[in-house]
């Protein structure tokens, strides 16, 4: 079946779908409590979902990769973000963090920053690819395990074409702007 896959602002009522995969894909997981006040309790927390949806639109739309990031003046960081592993490598992380970008530079962000685990290559080739590079190593700063953070940093953020969210097809893993 034709699938496309969506970018929408995530709300509260996704926090279960969010907790689901957030479990899934990460050692130490955020708990509900951190995602229940982030998007709830956090001025600068946005967050962003993908969401896969079949040809039409019909039937009801699973989330499938989420972004929380925080426009904090001048600053995007980006928070957390994660993808089904089935439905990794079709652009969906890149989606999002473009996007994430995007609302940056409509609120006048100059640059973006996020942590990542030392030992996450897939992680930091997407980064990279979007034109993130190496600042610094924070020693020791994730738990479970007890691993180094790479800083990585792009500025200033450049307004590229319209990132392929909003509306992506991810048949055949290529992802098309509609
Ligand atoms: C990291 C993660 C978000 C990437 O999601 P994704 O939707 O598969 O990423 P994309 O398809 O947008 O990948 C874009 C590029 O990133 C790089 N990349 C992504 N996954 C990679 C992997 N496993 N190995 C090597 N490079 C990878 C590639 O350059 C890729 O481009 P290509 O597919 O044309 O080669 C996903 O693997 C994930 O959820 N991992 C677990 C949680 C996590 O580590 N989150 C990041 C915390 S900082």
């Excluded at 899934?24 to 982030?38: I, Y």
């Excluded at 925080?70 to 490598?89: H, K, Q, T």
């Excluded at 395990?145 to 290529?174: F, K, W, Y």
């Amino acid at each position: 079946m034709t699938q496309s896959v969506t970018i929408e602002p995530g709300t509260p009522e996704a926090l279960p779908a969010i907790l689901k995969i957030e479990e899934a894909c990460f050692s130490a997981p955020w708990t509900r409590k951190m995602l229940e006040t982030e998007l709830t309790g956090n001025q600068f927390a946005h967050f962003l979902l993908a969401k896969s949806v079949g040809q039409g639109g019909t039937g009801s739309a699973a989330i499938i990769g989420y972004l929380c990031f925080w426009i904090v003046f001048e600053e995007v960081r980006l928070m957390n973000l994660a993808v089904v592993e089935s439905m990794r490598r079709r652009g969906i992380a890149s989606a999002l963090v473009t996007e994430a970008l995007q609302a940056g530079l409509a609120q006048s962000a100059t640059r973006a920053l996020l942590e990542v685990r030392a030992s996450n290559q897939a992680a930091q080739s997407l980064y990279a690819g979007l034109g993130f590079h190496h600042v610094s190593t924070r020693p020791k700063y994730y738990t479970n395990p007890l691993e180094d953070a790479v800083l990585m940093e792009l500025a200033p953020i450049l307004s590229g074409p319209r990132s392929a969210s909003r509306a992506i097809d991810v048949n055949g893993g290529q992802v098309r702007p509609l």
